[in-house]
C-alpha cells in the first residue's frame, strides 16, 4: 500500500501517520513505521534523536517524547538542509513511535 501526498499550493504537505498501515520510507531504503522502538529510532537518526525532549507545547500531546528530523536533499554531491522537518512522538512509558507528521 503507498500513501501518495500531493504538494499543495505554493509546496507545502501536511500529513500525519499514525497507524502502522504506511511507512517513511528514507533514500537508503529504511522504513519508519508506527510501533518502532527507541533504540530502532536512535540508530537510524542519531543527532536527532539525542535532541529528543518532553512535549509541554501541543495539546493533547503534553508529556510525550519529540524529536525533530531536518529534510535535506543532495544536489551534485552536496547536501542542503531544508526549511523543513518531520517530528516523531514517541510514548514515554514504552518507548514506541506512536506518530509523525510534516
Same mark, same amino acid.
Given at each position: 500500500m503507498i500513501l501518495i501526498i500531493p504538494?499543495?499550493?505554493?509546496g507545502k504537505l501536511l500529513f500525519t501517520v499514525t497507524s502502522d498501515s504506511y511507512? !517513511? !520510507?528514507l533514500s537508503s531504503g529504511t522504513q +519508519?513505521? +508506527?510501533g518502532m522502538k527507541a533504540d530502532e529510532l536512535q540508530k537510524i537518526f542519531p543527532s536527532s534523536f539525542m535532541k529528543r525532549k518532553?512535549?509541554?507545547d501541543i495539546r493533547g500531546k503534553e508529556g510525550k517524547i519529540?524529536?525533530?528530523v531536518n529534510l535535506a536533499s543532495k544536489i551534485d554531491n552536496q547536501t542542503l538542509k531544508e526549511d523543513a522537518w518531520i517530528?516523531? +512522538?514517541m510514548n514515554p512509558d514504552t518507548g514506541l513511535l506512536e506518530e509523525?507528521?510534516?
Amino acid at each position: 500500500m503507498i500513501l501518495i501526498i500531493p504538494e499543495w499550493e505554493g509546496g507545502k504537505l501536511l500529513f500525519t501517520v499514525t497507524s502502522d498501515s504506511y511507512a !517513511l !520510507l528514507l533514500s537508503s531504503g529504511t522504513q +519508519i513505521r +508506527i510501533g518502532m522502538k527507541a533504540d530502532e529510532l536512535q540508530k537510524i537518526f542519531p543527532s536527532s534523536f539525542m535532541k529528543r525532549k518532553p512535549i509541554s507545547d501541543i495539546r493533547g500531546k503534553e508529556g510525550k517524547i519529540s524529536f525533530i528530523v531536518n529534510l535535506a536533499s543532495k544536489i551534485d554531491n552536496q547536501t542542503l538542509k531544508e526549511d523543513a522537518w518531520i517530528r516523531f +512522538i514517541m510514548n514515554p512509558d514504552t518507548g514506541l513511535l506512536e506518530e509523525f507528521y510534516y
